[in-house]
T-cell receptor, first 113, second 109 residues
Framework: DAGVIQSPRHEVTEMGQEVTLRCKPI?????LFWYRQTMMRGLELLIY????????DSGMPEDRFSAKMPNASFSTLKIQPSEPRDSAVYFC???????????FGPGTRLTVT | DAKTTQPNSMESNEEEPVHLPCNHS???????IHWYRQLPSQGPEYVIH???SNVNNRMASLAIAEDRKSSTLILHRATLRDAAVYYC??????????FGPGTRLSVLP
């Protein structure tokens, strides 16, 4: 199995620019999660999809953040405009079903200068 | 959110068993108990999960107290590669994960 695939692995951008992070979940998994990790706040759940439908986006910090899942094999997390405080590692995870184990991707390290 | 309490850090010697405790006194009947670990510079890795009964897999064992207010992750023979932060998480039905600070496990050669 390829596991959860995320791209890019590293992203450096200037404040105000749009950033798009991509995720390919494990084939057959119907739940997808986006997380953010910083030293200060630890791991935070941003949004959760089930069968491509956003179920809970209460963790999305503000309107600058948006996420989509156009099909079962692809999801994006977009930040527009980006700010330095968005600098973090963003993880995507998928699971076969909601209460089961989640499998995380390698993460995207985002640096906003 | 359902909360868990774990020691901040633990040490173990290589090739010895490790028992990582987790308290979750406010657990409800539909909460699953999940364990994940995060190695340095890597994403979290699923370890094991259970609901009421003890569980075993190739990575570890999960022992759940009869009243479900605590659980223990058991690594049967610690290796240097097991040095990581271990997270115990309750997965309430209808809600989502909350990752606490976890337990940082050091394995001494």
């Amino acid at each position: 199995d390829a596991g959860v695939i995320q791209s890019p692995r590293h992203e450096v951008t200037e404040m105000g620019q749009e950033v798009t992070l991509r995720c390919k979940p494990i084939s057959g998994h119907n739940s997808l999660f986006w997380y953010r990790q910083t030293m200060m706040r630890g791991l935070e759940l941003l949004i959760y999809f089930n069968n491509n439908v956003p179920i809970d986006d209460s963790g999305m910090p503000e309107d600058r953040f948006s996420a989509k899942m156009p099909n079962a094999s692809f999801s994006t997390l977009k930040i527009q405009p980006s700010e330095p405080r968005d600098s973090a590692v963003y993880f995507c995870a998928s699971s076969l079903d909601r209460p089961l184990g989640q499998y995380f991707g390698p993460g995207t390290r985002l640096t906003v200068t | 959110d359902a909360k868990t309490t774990q020691p901040n850090s633990m040490e173990s010697n290589e090739e010895e068993p490790v028992h990582l405790p987790c308290n979750h006194s406010t657990i409800s009947g539909t909460d699953y108990i999940h364990w994940y670990r995060q190695l340095p510079s890597q994403g979290p890795e699923y370890v094991i999960h259970g609901l009421t009964s003890n569980v075993n897999n190739r990575m570890a064992s999960l022992a759940i107290a009869e009243d479900r207010k605590s659980s223990t992750l058991i690594l049967h023979r610690a290796t240097l590669r097991d040095a990581a932060v271990y997270y115990c998480i309750l997965f309430p039905y209808g809600q989502n994960f909350v990752f606490g600070p976890g337990t940082r496990l050091s394995v001494l050669p």
